[in-house]
């Protein structure tokens, strides 16, 4: 798995939107905090557009999308904000260039698509904070802003009484649950086999977090994992499905024995901590608590 160059002062950050309208006033806050890192910034004109629901046309957007991973001066593409339609524009880019000159990706929610995708193609891309979400929370953005300078966080988790105890190291996977089901048998699609499966989610019925989970299962990514991180799973709907999002997830797994902990601070919450998907990290989960280390990659 490539790591992309880590960032340094005057390097350009691009800010696309290639899936919901968002308003520029929305990532303002975001783009200054990136100039003061030091990072130039590239605002593109799918930023402040609407086609109905979308931040512009199906054109537009592929075709910024297109440009920022053709430039060889952007070193990092943050999205804008999530919302849908980021899964039907994979298909229709080039990742030549990309393969070419390496760079960061960063966001969530729908941008799990394309998170998945690049670590289909064998890069390291990151879960975490986007443009409009980058102000929400400051330790979330120092724990990106570490990442993409090279740095290595270490995350400490309280104890859960859902929690499964035990030990794990393997490549991280994962995002947004409906995503990850999503691109179950695409080009996107890649195997779960050996890594640690990070889950997270927002606005879904019970119900339907059950059957999401019952096809990662039914699909075979749940068997053969080092280990399972649950995320924020917020505004869920349904209460009277009868089970919690904890019982749901310890249901599916309960047949096998690697480690499972609940309540790490990465999704749909202001605080959203960032993951290297690609990148090993080593999950420990006792009675007194939870650490996830990452490991320090070299450059090639």
Same mark, same amino acid.
């Given at each position: 798995? &490539?790591?992309?160059?880590?960032?340094?002062?005057?390097?350009?950050?691009?800010?696309?939107?290639?899936?919901? &309208?968002?308003?520029?006033?929305?990532?303002?806050?975001?783009?200054?905090?990136?100039?003061?890192?030091?990072?130039?910034?590239?605002?593109?004109?799918?930023?402040?557009?609407?086609?109905?629901?979308?931040?512009?046309?199906?054109? @537009? &957007?592929?075709?910024?999308?297109? %440009?920022?991973?053709?430039?060889?001066?952007?070193?990092? $593409?943050?999205?804008?904000?999530?919302?849908?339609? *980021?899964?039907?524009?994979?298909?229709?880019?080039?990742?030549?260039?990309?393969?070419?000159?390496?760079?960061? #990706?960063?966001?969530?929610?729908?941008?799990?698509?394309? +998170?998945?995708? =690049?670590?289909?193609?064998?890069?390291?891309?990151?879960?975490?904070?986007?443009?409009?979400?980058?102000?929400?929370?400051?330790?979330?953005?120092?724990?990106? %802003?570490?990442? =993409?300078?090279?740095?290595?966080?270490?995350?400490?988790?309280?104890?859960?009484?859902?929690? &499964?105890?035990?030990?794990?190291?393997?490549?991280?996977?994962?995002?947004?649950?409906? =995503? #990850?089901?999503?691109?179950?048998?695409?080009?996107?699609?890649?195997?779960?086999?050996?890594? $640690?499966?990070?889950?997270?989610? $927002?606005?879904?019925? #019970?119900?339907?977090?059950?059957?999401?989970? *019952?096809?990662?299962? %039914?699909?075979?990514?749940?068997?053969?994992?080092?280990?399972? *991180?649950?995320?924020?799973?917020?505004?869920?709907?349904?209460?009277?499905?009868?089970?919690?999002?904890?019982?749901?997830?310890?249901?599916?797994?309960?047949?096998?024995?690697?480690?499972?902990?609940?309540?790490?601070?990465?999704?749909?919450?202001? +605080? @959203?901590?960032? +993951?290297?998907?690609? %990148?090993?990290?080593?999950?420990?989960?006792?009675?007194?608590? +939870?650490?996830?280390?990452?490991?320090? @990659?070299?450059?090639?």
């Amino acid at each position: 798995m &490539r790591t992309p160059p880590y960032l340094v002062p005057g390097d350009k950050v691009a800010i696309t939107a290639p899936a919901s &309208r968002v308003q520029p006033e929305d990532v303002a806050p975001g783009i200054k905090m990136l100039q003061d890192w030091g990072l130039r910034v590239e605002t593109g004109a799918t930023v402040g557009r609407s086609f109905h629901n979308f931040s512009d046309t199906f054109e @537009n &957007r592929l075709q910024e999308f297109q %440009r920022f991973l053709d430039d060889p001066e952007v070193k990092c $593409i943050l999205a804008a904000r999530g919302g849908y339609g *980021v899964s039907d524009l994979i298909d229709h880019l080039d990742f030549t260039a990309f393969q070419k000159h390496p760079k960061w #990706l960063s966001g969530f929610s729908d941008l799990t698509a394309v +998170v998945l995708h =690049l670590n289909a193609l064998g890069y390291e891309a990151i879960h975490g904070p986007m443009a409009k979400t980058l102000s929400f929370d400051t330790h979330s953005s120092e724990q990106l %802003r570490a990442v =993409l300078s090279g740095e290595t966080p270490a995350f400490r988790m309280a104890a859960c009484a859902a929690n &499964r105890e035990g030990s794990g190291s393997g490549r991280a996977v994962g995002g947004n649950l409906v =995503l #990850l089901a999503h691109c179950i048998g695409s080009a996107s699609d890649i195997s779960y086999d050996g890594k $640690i499966l990070f889950l997270e989610d $927002i606005g879904e019925k #019970l119900y339907n977090i059950d059957r999401l989970m *019952v096809q990662l299962k %039914r699909a075979g990514k749940l068997k053969h994992l080092a280990g399972l *991180v649950s995320g924020s799973f917020t505004d869920m709907c349904e209460p009277s499905f009868g089970f919690t999002v904890e019982e749901i997830i310890r249901h599916h797994t309960a047949a096998y024995d690697y480690p499972v902990a609940f309540g790490f601070q990465f999704g749909h919450e202001s +605080v @959203n901590l960032p +993951v290297v998907m690609g %990148r090993t990290y080593a999950l420990n989960v006792t009675a007194a608590g +939870v650490t996830l280390t990452m490991q320090k @990659n070299e450059l090639v």
